[in-house]
């Protein structure tokens, strides 16, 4: 019997612009929809923060991180504090090859944006699956 | 040797003091020399329920039952009473509980005592900490969703 | 021309006291006080930003923490910041208890109104701010 291990998705806290609201609501429809059985957020600022159950899960157990930017705080810090990511997106980047635009209300996402976050939230899913099927 | 039992599940930690004994009712149980009881609620109860925006307790004098009420904690989650583990009188309740009640989230097992009871009925229907572990493990795998917050 | 205030919000994504303080901030520097309160990202300051150090270092700083874990002002104190005023959403809980904001991803109602109701608060602070001398 393969056992699948929970992954754990960390959002960048993203407070600088609507692409860290973006990723940070597609993390948790990931959490809270597509995979919930699956999956475990960490909470990014608490992690910073040396918090042991955030640090000692994201050492045992594979991580996704979610970037709004590309200056990748996500990435950056679970790599630094913990392992690097079993895989990583920087949403901005994506966003430039989906030919999407970014949000711009960082407070409220629009219908586009929600479907954006949506979308997001489904390639996430797919990297968790990913993650779990591989030997 | 750690003064814990522990089970993980998903990034969460759960513990049980190995010195305490505990109720059915999430209650942890501590004799003191007098032969009073201190009580508080356990981690599980308290990571279940969620940051804790009130608490209250009875006022000391008053008359409890085995599984009568002592007092009551709410979150945004729930409002869920406190249930005494023995049949007696409260004779003092934790001052921080009402303008702190988050100090039973932070450290339920010392700090964040509930109430000081003076027993006249015996401990023998409470839970050994071996035997209250046993079933928390179940309730942890059954009661994971709420503790994710979904 | 004064220094924008910094709003640093706690951001927790585990709860809706994150969500609350996060849409808070975006309410004050956005739409309620824009050009006089500023944000900056939370984790870009503890991963060693200089520019994101060198503003919290030279500017008034308000923290807003979802709950007791208190990891804004943790993370603003231990990366130099000028903390002027903490503020909790636990607190706001109390003073407004029939509000039960449980949703994270996107905001209830209760956890509109308690935005609204927070975000008027650290407003009027950062109004009482910009009266201060630097």
């Known amino acids: 019997m393969k056992i699948r291990p929970k992954i754990g998705v960390v959002s960048c806290s993203g407070e600088c612009c609507g692409l860290g609201t973006l990723s940070r ?22 992690f910073l923060t040396g918090e042991i159950q955030e640090h000692g899960f994201a050492k045992e157990y594979p991580t996704i991180a979610v970037d709004g930017c590309g200056k990748l705080c996500a990435k950056k810090a679970i790599t630094t504090y913990s392992k690097e990511p079993a895989a990583s997106v920087d949403v901005e980047a994506l966003l430039k090859e989906w030919e999407v635009e970014s949000p711009k209300n960082r407070r409220v996402l629009d219908a586009n944006n929600v479907k954006t976050a949506r979308r997001l939230a489904e390639l996430l899913a797919e990297k968790v699956d990913k993650i779990q099927e591989a030997p | 040797m750690s003064e814990y039992y522990e089970t993980t599940a998903d990034k969460f930690v ?81 001052p921080l509980i009402d303008s702190k009640p988050e100090v039973i989230n932070s450290d339920p097992y010392g700090e964040g005592w509930v109430a000081v009871i003076k027993p006249t009925s015996d401990l023998s229907g409470l839970l050994s900490a071996e035997d209250y572990f046993e079933q928390m493990k179940v309730k942890v795998a059954d009661e994971l969703k709420k503790i994710k917050g979904l | 021309m004064k220094k924008p205030i910094l ?35 939370l984790s870009l300051l503890v991963m060693g930003d200089d520019e994101a150090r060198n503003k919290v270092a030279s500017s008034k700083c308000i923290t807003i923490d979802g709950c007791p874990l208190a990891c804004s002002r943790n993370n603003v104190e231990r990366s130099g910041g000028r903390i002027a005023v903490e503020f909790r959403v636990m607190d706001l809980l109390r003073e407004n208890r029939g509000l039960k904001p449980r949703e994270v991803t996107f905001l209830d109602e209760d956890g509109e109104k308690l935005s609204r109701v927070l975000a008027d608060k650290v407003a009027a602070k950062v109004d009482e701010l910009m009266e201060e001398p630097e």
């Open chain 2, 14 to 94: 759960f513990k049980v003091l190995k010195t305490l004994r505990y109720s059915k009712d999430e209650v942890w149980v501590k004799p003191e020399s007098n032969g009073s009881i201190r009580v508080g609620l356990t981690d599980f109860a308290q990571r279940r329920a969620g940051d804790l925006v009130f608490a209250e307790v009875q006022a000391p004098g008053t008359q409890v039952a085995v599984g009568g009420f002592i007092g009551s904690y709410e979150t945004v989650k729930l409002v869920q009473d406190i249930l005494s583990p023995v049949e007696g009188v409260i004779t003092e309740i934790n």
């Open chain 3, 7 to 41: 709003i640093l919000p706690c951001s927790g994504i585990g709860k809706s006291f994150g969500s609350i303080a996060r849409d808070a901030t975006f309410r004050v520097c956005d739409e309620l006080r824009p050009g006089k309160a500023d944000t900056l990202c």
């Open chain 1, 25 to 46: 609501v597609a993390t948790r429809l990931v959490l809270e929809d597509l995979r919930n059985d699956q999956t475990v957020t960490i909470c990014l600022p608490l």
